[in-house]
Nanobody
Framework: QVQLAESGGGLVQSGASLRLSCTVSGRTSRRLGMGWFRQAPGRERESVAAINPAGDSLFYPRFAKGRFTISRDDVENTLYLQMNYLEPEDTAMYYC????????????????WGHGTQVTVSS
């Protein structure tokens, strides 16, 4: 059974950066597509970034392009999300997600979820 554990969230000011980490246990991350989702209060969960198992195909929604970068280290079984130029609108619970053999670009593709890490951006 795959387990995902996020870390790196916190309270920051507008314009700051954060790097989220997600540690994979239970199996190697090499065959997993990985991604990040977020959910703000009163809003639906949305994709933030995704990466395929090979690491050569990345997906970002429009709001994340140019500010967020997803990466993976399969030696360390860890997924990262570098977030720059954070805005109050980025305040949400951020979830790590994994999918068997393809990038989890939508919730329907996700096979495993982490418990989330809170990111709060003050203005």
């Amino acid at each position: 059974q795959v387990q995902l554990a996020e870390s790196g969230g916190g309270l920051v000011q507008s314009g700051a950066s954060l790097r989220l980490s997600c540690t994979v246990s239970g199996r190697t991350s090499r065959r997993l597509g990985m991604g990040w989702f977020r959910q703000a209060p009163g809003r639906e969960r949305e994709s933030v970034a995704a990466i395929n198992p090979a690491g050569d195909s990345l997906f970002y929604p429009r709001f994340a392009k140019g500010r967020f970068t997803i990466s993976r280290d399969d030696v360390e079984n860890t997924l990262y999300l570098q977030m720059n130029y954070l805005e109050p609108e980025d305040t949400a619970m951020y979830y790590c997600a994994a999918a068997r053999q393809r990038a989890p670009i939508s919730e329907s593709r996700v096979d495993y979820w982490g418990h989330g890490t809170q990111v709060t951006v003050s203005s």
